[in-house]
Antibody, heavy 119, light 107 residues
Framework: EVQLVESGGGLVQPGGSLRLSCAAS????????MNWVRKAPGKGLEWLSN????????YYADSVKGRFTISRDNAKNSLFLQMNSLRAEDTAVYYC????????????WGQGTLVTVSS | DIQMTQSPSSVSASVGDRVSITCRAS??????LAWYQQKAGKAPKLLIY???SLQSGVPSRFSGSGSGTDFTLTISSLQPEDFATYYC?????????FGQGTRLEIK
């Protein structure tokens, strides 16, 4: 069974940093692109970043480029999101999600981890 | 970036009704379009990929159509568990973008 479990969320002050993790199981992790997506309170889904299975490709949304860094450890079946210079508008539930190998779409999602940026 | 615009933003319907939600891309995306369902406090669930392909395990009352810039998600006979928010998403190019969402409410 495919499982994605996020951790690392919490309360952080503006300007602070946080590192999110996503533990994957039930599939060959290195064969899949992985993504981070967030949902802020009262807003819609926002894609943040994608990383290829072989780490050769990385993409970011403009809203987080230069502040957030996606990475993965295929040996440990883990995905990460390093978030720096956090702002109040980064407050959201953060999800990791697996890309389908064909046809587009994100087919498996974690349960999400809440990040609150507030003083 | 490709902008995705859904309509309506919200819709009220009854159990058994047929409901359609539309999604328009700001430029052609072929069939690189996915649909998701999200319930409050839960992760999104993939319903449709490649504009019209049903994700494994999704009931057949959900269907998708369209290509290029105009797409439609149709629920043929609403069930109580279908009341949720629905999002379209383009997978044609990065950055991936979502529509603003359509809230499906019970009439």
């Amino acid at each position: 069974e495919v499982q994605l479990v996020e951790s690392g969320g919490g309360l952080v002050q503006p300007g602070g940093s946080l590192r999110l993790s996503c533990a994957a199981s039930g599939f060959t992790f290195s064969s899949y692109e992985m993504n981070w997506v967030r949902k802020a309170p009262g807003k819609g889904l926002e894609w943040l970043s994608n990383i290829g299975g072989n780490l050769r490709t990385i993409y970011y949304a403009d809203s987080v480029k230069g502040r957030f860094t996606i990475s993965r450890d295929n040996a440990k079946n883990s995905l990460f999101l390093q978030m720096n210079s956090l702002r109040a508008e980064d407050t959201a539930v953060y999800y990791c999600a697996r890309s389908r190998t064909t046809g587009g779409g994100l087919d498996y999602w974690g349960q999400g981890t809440l990040v609150t940026v507030s003083s | 970036d490709i902008q995705m615009t859904q309509s309506p933003s919200s819709v009220s319907a009854s159990v058994g009704d047929r409901v359609s939600i539309t999604c328009r891309a700001s430029q052609g995306i072929g069939s690189w379009l996915a649909w998701y369902q999200q319930k409050a406090g839960k992760a999104p669930k993939l319903l449709i990929y490649s504009a019209s392909s049903l994700q494994s395990g999704v009931p057949s009352r959900f269907s998708g159509s369209g290509s290029g810039t105009d797409f439609t998600l149709t629920i043929s006979s609403l069930q109580p568990e279908d009341f949720a928010t629905y999002y379209c998403q383009q997978a044609n190019s990065f950055p991936i973008t979502f529509g603003q969402g359509t809230r499906l409410e019970i009439k």
